[in-house]
Structure formats: structure tokens, C-alpha cells
């Protein structure tokens, strides 16, 4: 039986793709390029560190037996973007694909922020997929290339968070960057979707988000319906299909991959469910329906 853990798509996939995916060197970056390399694309990885990102590069070609590349970049900057475009090009001969994940984050109580963090965060998650985004945008329409753009957002984009404000303002602003092109681009052939994860253990996520303190005093498993956090291949998988033309007809859509968590911790009444037994709820209806007039059972 097929297992959420396996690759999904057929052999060859993406073998005309050529993909830039920024923050490519590390967690679900790196986790996507190596799945659409092993699916036949080749893949530009970019990100501020270029020890790293060159050295996740010459990582995924080996493990893959695929083309990729490693460029320094930081997305905040709009000429660093368009030199990796540019190198890219003159490397694969042309781009069709953007996956914007280059993300910064931290938790922490709003009014411990100073302005520049704030600042920090919202340019790496929003200006850094807006210059991503704008810059690719141009060239694609320019040559008249069909081209795709993936965005990856999170849950709270829709519903906003407390204690990582900063990230829910930038994501809402990409998630709204994403349906506003997605209409305004389709002309062009141009797709743009979204994921919002639920918690994929990485290790940039959980030594910002999830301190050793905090998993000490909860389970982070209890909030999520499923039980369980996610696994990156079953995220690759959906950023491939959402990359390769099996998609063709999806475009401004964002889809969560969360095990439900969200609407459990959004919804007014879901933690009664963990608080009260089978008996008690037998008391519970007696209670509500002597109340309302009905008849007790
Ligand atoms: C308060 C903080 C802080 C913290 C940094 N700052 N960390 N303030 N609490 N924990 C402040 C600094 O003091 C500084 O302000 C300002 O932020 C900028 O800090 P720098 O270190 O100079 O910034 P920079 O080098 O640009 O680094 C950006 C970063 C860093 C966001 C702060 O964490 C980073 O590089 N992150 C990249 C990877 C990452 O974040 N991955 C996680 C994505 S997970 P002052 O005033 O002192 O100058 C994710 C998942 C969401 O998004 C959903 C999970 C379920
Ligand atoms: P990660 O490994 O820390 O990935 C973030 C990447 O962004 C790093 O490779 C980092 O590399 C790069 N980056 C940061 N600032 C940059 C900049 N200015 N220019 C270029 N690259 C930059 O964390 P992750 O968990 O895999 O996160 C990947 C994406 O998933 C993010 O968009 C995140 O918001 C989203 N997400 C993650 C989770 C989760 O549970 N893990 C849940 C929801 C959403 P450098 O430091 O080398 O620049």
C-alpha cells in the first residue's frame, strides 16, 4: 500500500522544468529540490549563505545524479535577484519555475520588537517574494515563457498569530501577492498557487519557533488532529505536482498541508473534546436537554 512518506509522481515529471527555489539549502527547501531534481528538473538554490547554498548544491547533484546550482543571494535585495536570474538563464538557457521559501522567523511578544526586527523578517518574507516574483514576472512576459510561481505561506497567513506578527503580516501579503497575480498573470500563462504547512520539523523552525523549553511543557502531536507533524516528502510532493504540469489548471490557490491544525485550534468549541469523557457527556446532554425542556434519557 502506498505510503505518505513515498515519492508520488512518475518517473520524469518535471523534466522540462527548470526551477529556482530560494532558501533551496536547508529544511523544506532543500527537501523540494532534491524531489524535483530526482523528478528530471533542474534547480537553481539561492540564499544568503554561499558556503551553504554551494555546498547543498554540489549535496543534491550527487545524491540525485540531476543538475543543480548554488548561487549567494539575498531575495531582500532586488539586483541580487535579478543576477540570479540572469546566472541562471546563462546556466540552463532559460527559467520556468519560482518557488518563493526563503523565509525569516522567531517568536517573541510583539512589544519586545524592536522596529528593525520587525523589519527583518517582513523584507525576507515579503519583499524577498515580491522582488522574486516581479523580477522573474518581467522576463517571462517579456519572452513569452509559461512559468509557474509556488509560494510557501503558513496556516496563520489567514487567521494571523500572536507572537510571530512580523511572519503573519508577511505571509498574508504573499498569500494576497499570490491570488492578485495569479488573475492579473493568467494572461501570460502565468500560474501562481501557495502551500501553507502546518509544523515540518527543520532545524531553522525549531530553533526559532519550538525552544527545547517550550516542547518540554507541551506536545506539539496534541495539537494537530492527525497527531503527528509532518514529513517532508509528503510536502515535496505536493510542490511537485503544484510545479509540474499535472496542475495545469490550478492557479491562485493555496493549499494546507496541516493534519487539520488549524481549524482545530481556530475552532470555538475543540478543546472540550480532549477535556471530557464519554460519561460525562452523558451527563452533559441530561444537563443541556433538562434545561431546554426535553425529555432526560
Ligand atoms: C527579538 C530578535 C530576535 C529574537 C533577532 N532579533 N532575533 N529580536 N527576539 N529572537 C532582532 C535583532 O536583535 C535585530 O534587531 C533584528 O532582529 C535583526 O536581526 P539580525 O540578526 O541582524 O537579522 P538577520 O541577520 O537579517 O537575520 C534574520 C532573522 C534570523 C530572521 C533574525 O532568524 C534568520 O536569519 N532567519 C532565517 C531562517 C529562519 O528564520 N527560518 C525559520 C522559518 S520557519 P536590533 O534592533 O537589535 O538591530 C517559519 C515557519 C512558520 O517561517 C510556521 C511554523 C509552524
Ligand atoms: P529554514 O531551513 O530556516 O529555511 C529558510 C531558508 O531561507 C534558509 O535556507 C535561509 O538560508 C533562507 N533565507 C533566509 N533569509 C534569506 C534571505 N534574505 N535571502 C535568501 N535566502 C534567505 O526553514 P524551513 O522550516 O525549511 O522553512 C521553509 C519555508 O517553509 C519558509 O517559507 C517557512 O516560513 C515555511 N514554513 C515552514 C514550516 C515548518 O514547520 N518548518 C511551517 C510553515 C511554513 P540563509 O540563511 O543561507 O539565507
Known amino acids: 500500500m502506498p505510503h505518505y512518506t513515498e515519492p508520488m509522481l512518475k518517473e520524469g515529471s518535471l ?17 523540494m529540490s532534491k524531489y524535483f531534481l530526482e523528478l528530471g528538473a533542474k534547480v537553481v538554490i539561492c540564499s544568503r549563505k554561499k558556503e551553504v547554498i554551494e555546498q547543498a548544491a554540489k549535496e543534491l547533484q550527487d545524491e540525485t545524479g540531476g543538475q543543480c546550482i548554488g548561487f549567494s543571494c539575498d531575495v531582500r535585495n532586488y539586483e541580487e535577484v535579478e543576477s540570479v536570474l540572469k546566472q541562471s538563464v546563462a546556466e540552463f538557457g532559460s527559467v520556468n519555475g519560482l518557488v518563493n521559501n526563503a523565509a525569516g522567523n522567531f517568536i517573541s511578544p510583539t512589544e519586545r520588537l524592536s522596529h ?6 517582513v523584507d525576507i518574507v515579503l519583499k524577498g517574494s515580491y522582488n522574486c516574483s516581479l523580477a522573474f514576472g518581467k522576463y517571462w512576459i517579456k519572452n513569452k515563457i509559461k512559468a509557474n510561481v509556488l509560494s510557501i505561506v503558513t496556516t496563520y497567513a489567514w487567521v494571523g498569530s500572536g507572537y510571530v506578527v512580523p511572519s503573519a503580516c508577511a505571509k498574508a501579503g504573499v498569500l494576497a501577492m499570490t491570488r492578485s497575480l495569479a488573475v492579473e498573470w493568467g494572461k501570460y500563462g502565468i500560474r501562481f498557487n501557495a502551500i501553507a504547512p502546518g509544523p515540518f520539523p527543520t532545524k531553522g523552525a525549531w530553533d526559532r519557533l519550538f525552544p527545547q523549553e517550550f516542547l518540554e511543557k507541551f506536545d506539539i ?4 488532529p492527525l497527531g503527528r507533524v509532518g514529513e517532508h516528502q509528503e510536502l515535496a510532493n ?24 488549524w481549524m482545530k485550534n481556530g475552532g470555538e468549541f475543540t478543546w472540550v473534546g480532549d477535556m471530557i469523557s464519554p460519561e460525562m457527556w452523558d451527563h452533559v446532554e441530561n444537563l443541556i436537554k433538562g434545561k431546554t425542556g426535553k425529555s432526560q434519557s
Open 238 to 261: 505536493l510542490a511537485a505536482y503544484l510545479m509540474s504540469e499535472y496542475s495545469a489548471y490550478i492557479n491562485g490557490d493555496v493549499i494546507t498541508i496541516d493534519g487539520g491544525e
Open 116 to 121: 528593525r526586527a520587525f523589519d527583518s523578517v
Open 15 to 31: 523534466k522540462d522544468k527548470i526551477i529556482v527555489v530560494t532558501g533551496g539549502g536547508t529544511g523544506l527547501g532543500r527537501s
Open 221 to 224: 502531536n496534541s495539537k494537530i
